[in-house]
């Protein structure tokens, strides 16, 4: 696949990959996530996410969600700690119209006092139902517990009492702060010439003014060796244990993801879920996770089981950390997980959506596309010795914190 960049005088690039397809999937990413939130205004990245929809100086909310509904386009929006992505699906006619939306919501949003005491409302009802979820909200729990003090440790939603203190002069500080224009990066796929959307993204996005403010992210502390459970009205364990690891720009960071797609990554066939599930049908749902972010990474293991086999099923998992630890793998078995992650990888590339916003993200991080072949040549890098080094630093049970929410007694 062959990638080209466009750099505006203000600052915002982005990346068009040629493709035949009559859909087209645009994507508008901004470097300013969670992360980037002071103490008091936790929640805040999230909530203008939701406020970008409803109201700007151009257009009603009613008009802002039938733009491109109104040809069978899709619309949606998400945060996460470090970015804001906005994304559409449309007809390939209709890319004007999306970048036309998108240069208007995310630049001239007027956020009505009437609309942001609406969604504060709807907010507080996600929180409500994220807490009903512990096999979801014992994650962002977790790196609450990992990262405590840090900007990584707080969840994406907020707190409600915050969420109650938001007005548009917090919104505008956070926009003004963090909204660099050097930091948007713009995705789009589709059946059109280099120079049509050049001049479409010239078009929209060229009279927006740069804004290029010092920002500096706070530094991340790790909590180290640290184990908490909480009681909750649930009828299941839900269990966590992890740590630190390596971030975006780290090259161990290939073999990490490596070691955790065998060890407890998408498929069936991994380590943990053969040991844990599959042997001895202990949990239902196992899985291990390598969440990467721009200074750091962290490493998960995640398991929901019965009460009564929670002390077994931990047993196996530290078992099979413990043999990664002490002994490398074989070349057979090294070359088997290299050949299966590089095809979940390639596969992952239909998804048209995902992986233009994937390759966006490759702009804001490295300032060019990471190829799917120089993807598979680090794979490829990667010897027994590498894993058998990074899993001893990562799964050093020195170093690995758990948190667990227990059933009420």
Known sequence: MEYEVIRLDNGIRAVFHRQTSPITHVCLVVNAGSRDEEEGMFGIAHFIEHLLFKQTERRSMKQILNHLEAVGGDLNAYTTKEYTCVHASILQPHLGKALDLFEDIMFHSTFPEEEMEKEKGVIADEMASYLDSPE??????????????????????GLEKDL???????????????????????????????????????????????????????????????????????????????????????????????????????????ILNLSVRERYGIAY?????????????????????????????????????????????????????????????????????????????????????????????????VSAGDLLDIAQDVFDERNLSSLAFVPER
């Open 136 to 157: 979801e909200s014992i994650i962002d729990d977790y790196e609450d517990l990992i990262y405590r003090g840090s900007g990584l440790g707080h969840n994406i939603l």
């Open 285 to 381: 749902t196992i899985e291990s996770n390598y969440t990467l972010f721009s200074d750091t990474g962290l490493f998960t293991i995640y398991l929901g089981t019965d009460e009564e086999k929670v002390q077994r099923a931990k047993k196996l998992v530290f078992r099979e950390l413990d043999r990664l630890t002490t002994k490398a793998i074989s070349d057979g078995q090294l070359l088997k997980a290299k050949n299966k992650f590089k095809g979940q990888i390639a596969l992952a590339e239909e998804n048209r959506m995902s992986m233009i916003i994937a390759v966006a993200k490759n702009i804001m991080d490295y300032d060019r596309v990471i190829s799917l072949s120089e993807v598979f040549d680090k794979i490829d890098a």
């Open 164 to 270: 109650h203190t938001f007005d548009k002069g917090s919104i505008q500080r956070f926009i003004q702060q963090n909204y660099h224009t050097h930091e948007v990066v713009i995705g789009i796929t589709g059946d059109y010439k280099l120079e049509t959307v050049e001049k479409m993204l010239r078009r929209y996005f060229e009279p927006v003014k740069e804004n290029k403010p010092t920002r500096k992210r706070g530094e991340v502390r790790l909590t180290v060796k640290e184990h908490v459970e909480i009681a909750k009205p649930i009828n299941q364990v839900h269990y966590m244990l992890g740590g630190g690891a390596y971030g975006l720009h780290d090259e161990r960071k290939t073999g990490l993801l490596l070691l955790n797609n065998m060890l407890g990554g998408f498929g069936m066939s991994s």
